[in-house]
């Protein structure tokens, strides 16, 4: 298995202001986190996500929607048969990934994967909506599993809490019109990862991103 350390790609600056700790702020996080597959679920064949320098093709499969927080989708977990694609933006950007890959000839990294979770406050909802009609049923447990083995590796190794970028925007709406793009994936090639896009810049996701800047694109891996 190959390893990538971090790519970067895009450019942008804008400032998250930081929303006063409150009671709302403190509800809203214990909802969020609270939030697990509900027996929600939408088949996939064929959906195709951009954003940015990403494309995820999930082929085949079932998202299964995270109980909503006052009536927003934000999360789901697919399981079944997809693929992302990172587009470097420039050439230095495709020098720095054919350094970590130790591929000399990467054009795009590409990786295949059968499971992945979302969490978004841009229009990934709508996205996931418009492609089929949601089924309503039990939760399944295998969607359940991969939810919580997303929670302990965060608790235990990755240490990025992705649910407070989540909050951040729940708490600003309607004002805020974009949103954030975060994709947990444990990809065939190049291992677990987090895929993500934000238009803040991705130094507001944990403290320890704070040199990147206003960078909004990052390929993130992590070791198994």
């Known amino acids: 298995m190959t390893r990538v350390s971090c790519g970067l790609l895009a450019f942008g600056s804008l400032t998250l202001v930081a929303a006063p700790v409150s009671a709302q702020t403190v509800s809203e996080y214990d909802a969020v986190r609270a939030a697990r597959p ?7 064949n064929g959906l195709t996500l951009v954003r940015d320098a990403y494309r995820i ?3 085949s499969g079932v998202l299964h929607l995270l109980a909503p927080i006052d009536g927003e989708t934000f999360g789901a977990v697919f399981l079944g048969e997809g693929e992302y694609r990172l ?20 054009e795009t ?3 295949e ?3 992945l979770l979302l969490l978004f406050t841009d229009q990934t909802g709508e996205d996931m909506l418009a492609h089929a009609p949601v089924v309503e049923g039990d939760a399944d447990p295998r969607a359940t599993e991969v939810y919580e083995d997303y929670l302990e590796q965060q608790r235990e190794r990755i240490q990025i ?11 600003n709406r309607p004002g805020r019109s974009d949103g954030v793009f975060l994709a947990t994936v444990d990809g065939d090639e190049y291992g677990p990862a987090l895929l993500a896009f934000d238009p803040l ?9 704070g040199f990147l ?12």
């Open 87 to 106: 587009e470097p933006a420039t050439e230095s950007e495709r020098r720095h990934l054919r350094l970590v890959t130790d591929d000399d000839r990467l």
């Open 161 to 171: 809490n992705l649910h407070l970028r989540i909050v951040s925007d729940l708490l």
């Open 113 to 115: 994967f059968e499971q």
């Open 109 to 111: 990294l590409t990786d």
């Open 57 to 59: 093709d999930l082929r």
């Open 38 to 44: 509900a027996g929600r679920t939408i088949p996939v």
């Open 213 to 224: 800047g206003g960078e909004e694109v990052a390929l993130i891996s992590f070791d198994r």
């Open 201 to 209: 810049g991705i130094s507001n996701l944990v403290a320890q991103f």
